[in-house]
């Protein structure tokens, strides 16, 4: 998946007032927790993409 993909799913399952992700309510009807393993992946992708950018430029 490219960034900006990863960024469609963040802004898309964010927390609901009632602490369940609203992407995964709208798009498949399920009541998952905040946050859902689509976040965790998300944000793990960006983090993995930052980590890969600062050490090539450490060297």
């Known amino acids: 998946m490219k960034d900006d993909q990863e960024q469609v799913i963040l802004s898309m399952h964010v927390r609901g007032l009632d602490g369940l992700c609203v992407g995964c309510r709208?798009?498949?009807?399920?009541?998952?927790?905040?946050?859902?393993?689509?976040?965790?992946?998300?944000?793990?992708?960006q983090a993995r993409t930052i980590t890969a950018r600062f050490l090539a430029g450490v060297r």
Do not use: D, F, K, R
């Not at 709208?26 to 992708?45: D, F, I, K, N």
């Open 26 to 45: 709208a798009w498949w009807s399920m009541l998952t927790p905040y946050p859902c393993w689509q976040v965790e992946w998300a944000t793990s992708q």
